[in-house]
């Protein structure tokens, strides 16, 4: 079994920051990319920033210079550094990772932890 357990949300003004984590945990071999997406009340999920497993990065534009994904592989931990938050930024934040138990990879989901951006 593998989980993906994010921490970090919670209550902020604007201009705020706030840092995510996600761990994931289990029975792990390697894990490939990793992402973190956002769904607002009513609006799809959407990315908001990706990793792979070299490292390379990518932003949707609405949080390009403010947001900036991270990890540590030997913790098998994902982070999001959010600064300069918006009241627009409000939303579930979900992790989601590429993770192989020895046979092939398989899409995980965490649970979501929520973000809320006062004005």
């Known amino acids: 079994q593998v989980q993906l357990a994010e921490s970090g949300g919670g209550l902020v003004q604007a201009g705020g920051s706030l840092r995510l984590s996600c761990p994931a945990s289990g029975s792990i071999f390697s894990i490939n990319d990793m992402g973190w997406y956002r769904q607002a009340p009513g609006k799809q999920r959407e990315l908001v920033a990706h990793i792979t497993s070299g490292g390379s990065r990518n932003y949707a534009d609405s949080v390009k210079g403010r947001f900036t994904i991270s990890r540590d592989n030997a913790k098998n931990t994902v982070y999001l550094q959010m600064n300069s938050l918006k009241p627009e930024d409000t939303a579930v934040y979900y992790c989601?990772?590429?993770?192989?138990?020895?046979?092939?990879?398989?899409?995980?989901w965490g649970q979501g932890t929520q973000v809320t951006v006062s004005s």
């Open positions: 989601n990772a590429d993770i192989s138990r020895g046979l092939g990879f398989q899409n995980y």
